[in-house]
């Protein structure tokens, strides 16, 4: 469950494929580029089984301490560089009161079973779901998660670079050559005229090798949306919040209203599988198409 594979560094153009498309949903324009230093991102997205040993350590009286979460191996440790001046802060402690403490919490209507039940990932003790991905768990949780798995969220760059396949600006993650448009439910669970999967997430990593993105990484499009790091700042435009250059940069507001998410999700619609194409939710938001997935210093 839990592989995490290195992704080497470089250039690219963030929010770019050169596929026309409707708009607002043609990401064409090569006025963003991007440098992203070598990471390593986790194979899979996290897995119920997982968040359930997070819960119990959670439940036990683990908290992050203030400022954990930071992309530590970046500009002297102090983290992503935020476009609007200074570094990332990392994790807030009085974030930690928003959190559930009890299982009987956790499972309640109102928290990870919420949303369509029909969908609902979680289960309140062990049963069939341990390997599909957690849903309905929103930006804290996430957030919280990847810092005692020893991680942190990805970057919006981090994201966007490791599924586009870096400098070959990949049109889907298993895109071979770069600007090929194939897919089919054989590489992700995502919804076009007929749901590949009606039933929910599939099991992490079922349409792997195929699906695979360029550095080994299962479903970074379709099964579940994932958490990244950076404040999306207005739902208007493919490329709102982007500044004209980054290095290792991520969109950071002290108050973490909303927050990016990407990859579409098994109801997703194939506009949505692109890695190009960018979603946003409030950070305290729980859906049943999103999830998450961990980075980690290389």
Not at 45 to 73: L, N, Y
Not at 123 to 141: C, G, H, K, M, Y
Request: one cysteine or more.
């Amino acid at each position: 469950c839990c592989t995490s594979l290195l992704v080497a560094g470089g250039d690219f153009y963030r929010s770019y494929d050169g596929v026309p498309a409707p708009q607002p949903y043609e990401y064409t324009s090569k006025a963003y580029p991007a440098t992203v230093s070598t990471f390593r991102l986790d194979k899979y997205e996290v897995t119920v089984g997982r968040f359930r040993q997070f819960i119990a350590a959670w439940d036990g009286g683990w908290r992050p301490a203030q400022g954990a979460g930071k992309h530590s191996h970046l500009n002297g440790g102090h983290g992503l560089a935020a476009t609007g001046g200074g570094f990332e802060t990392g994790w807030d402690t009085t974030w930690s009161a928003a959190l559930p403490t009890t299982n009987a919490v956790w499972s309640d209507s109102t928290h990870l079973p919420s949303g369509n039940s029909t969908f609902t990932t979680w289960t309140s003790s062990p049963a069939v779901n341990e390997r599909r991905p957690l849903d309905n768990i929103n930006w804290f949780e996430a957030y919280a998660f990847c810092i005692w798995d020893g991680g942190v969220l990805p970057s919006e760059a981090e994201w966007n670079y490791a599924a586009a396949g870096g400098s070959e600006q990949r049109v889907y993650p298993w895109s071979s050559p770069p600007t090929s448009a194939a897919v089919s439910c054989s590489f992700a669970s995502y919804a076009e005229t007929t749901a590949c999967n009606d039933a929910g997430p599939t099991n992490v990593g079922l349409q792997s090798p195929l699906g695979n993105g360029r550095w080994g990484q299962a479903d970074l499009a379709g099964n579940v949306k994932e958490w990244l790091v950076d404040d999306y700042p207005s739902p208007n435009g493919p490329t709102d919040g982007y500044t004209a250059t980054c290095v290792d940069c991520a969109h950071l507001l002290p108050d973490p209203y909303t927050r990016s998410v990407r990859g579409g999700s098994f109801w997703g619609s194939l506009v949505s599988l692109h890695v190009s194409y960018r979603d946003w939710y409030p950070a305290a938001n729980r859906d049943t198409y999103s999830g998450a997935r961990c980075a980690r210093s290389p």
